[in-house]
């Protein structure tokens, strides 16, 4: 039969350093007691037996009905937390759990090929208590530091409650996988703006009454419509009021075109990698259906609009060099005629002619905020 997931895998009890020196103080006391018969070190010697009693008994009880599961983790960008949920459930009856620690362990790679100690901080979280019967999610928000696709396999879950004298610890296998998207170079905004072409895509979508675009049909008027979008001579013809509806041109499509020539160091590559994330941002964020190509590492992710045109695009920047991406190389894409494309570079190539605006490492004027082009001055002053 199966293991149910949320049931630990090992249970381990092991003695702090303050424990041991509390055991050996003990055995002083048991020995000078017995050899002296003094009642006030028999007192002493019953109590801290115990408090060894207690340390065991009450925070060993709590652990046993401990149930836990890790959820689901969603994607985060490199630089930002990602959050990772524990739910953490008491099956006792009676027995309460206190100063629930829980924590990653970053498996080996026989165990996982890209462990997530390469691309996260540790995951830690703490519960301060779980009462018989209740259910209690706990958060963890490590930093992102690098992209990648992270795979946790184990976590703990440790109390020392309530003397600090002993580690109790389960430990429990379950394994899940993250995205960490490259963190994201900002993008001057007039990048776009100079790429803007005339006129529209073909072909539309509907989104409802009032739209601009080219006429899509008629329906009941409703209390909030705008007067100039009734049909009067419609409205006059069925004895009704009646709108026109509009549909809306299809959203620009950008083409991010990343180019990883062969020489460039990793910082080069890491770089162009987090551009391109910048440049899908802006794009995603002004409303274009974002879509990247790679030729080089066999990726072609077509415009899509919206977070998930921009997250499938992320996604594949975060798998590169991961040995995820497919083996052939992928065919070259045919953007369309009124398509924006921006091809990102590792360094600017001398005299290289290409369709489209380039976003070179070493030539941040021409994309970076900081380094935008300056406005004219005045005595001083901007004119």
């Known amino acids: 039969m199966k293991r149910r997931p949320d049931l630990p895998v090992r249970r381990t ?47 060993g009880t709590g652990l046993i009905g401990i149930r836990a599961e890790r959820e689901a983790i969603p994607d985060a960008s490199a630089g930002g937390p990602m959050v990772i949920r524990y739910r953490v459930r008491n099956t006792n009856w009676f027995a309460p759990a206190f100063g629930l620690t829980i924590y990653e362990r970053d498996a080996s790679r026989r165990k996982s090929p890209t462990p997530w100690g390469r691309s996260l901080t540790r995951p830690v979280a703490f519960i301060s208590c779980v009462r018989p019967g209740q259910t209690v999610v706990a958060e963890a928000a490590p930093l992102a530091t690098a992209r990648g696709q992270p795979e946790f396999t184990e976590f703990y879950i440790a109390s020392t409650f309530p003397f600090g004298l002993a580690n109790k610890t389960l430990r429990f296998a379950q394994r899940r996988t993250a995205l960490v998207y490259p963190k994201p170079t900002p993008v001057r905004s007039a990048v776009l703006d100079s790429l803007r072409v005339g006129g529209e895509r073909e072909g539309a979508v509907l989104t409802g009454a009032g739209g601009q675009g080219d006429f899509y049909g008629i329906r009941e008027y409703s209390p909030g419509d705008p007067l100039r979008s009734i049909d009067w001579r419609a409205s006059a013809r069925i004895g009704e009021l009646v709108v026109k509806q509009h549909a809306s041109p299809a959203p620009r499509r950008l083409w991010v075109r990343l180019e990883l020539p062969e020489g460039s160091t990793h910082d080069e590559r890491e770089g162009a ?36 045109g921009l997250r499938n695009a992320l996604g594949r920047l975060a798998l590169i060099g991961a040995g995820r991406e497919a083996g052939a190389p992928t065919p070259e894409a045919t953007p369309g005629r009124r398509d924006l494309v921006v091809v990102v570079r590792p360094r600017l190539a001398v005299g290289a002619a290409r369709a489209g605006r380039v976003l070179a490492l070493d030539a941040p004027s021409a994309w970076s905020p900081t380094h ?8 001083g002053r901007p004119a």
């Open 13 to 59: 009890y092991r003695f702090r350093l303050t424990g041991l020196v509390y055991l050996t103080v003990t055995g002083f006391l048991a020995v000078a007691a017995i050899s002296s018969q003094n009642n006030l070190l028999f007192w002493c010697l019953g109590l801290a037996v115990g408090g060894i009693a207690v340390s065991g008994l009450i925070s």
């Open 273 to 308: 990698i987090s551009l391109a994330a910048g440049a899908l941002q802006l794009g995603g964020e002004r409303g274009f259906a974002v879509g990247l190509l790679c030729p080089e590492h066999g990726i072609l992710c077509r415009p899509a609009v919206g977070q998930h």
């Open 372 to 379: 935008g082009p300056k406005r004219p001055t005045r005595g």
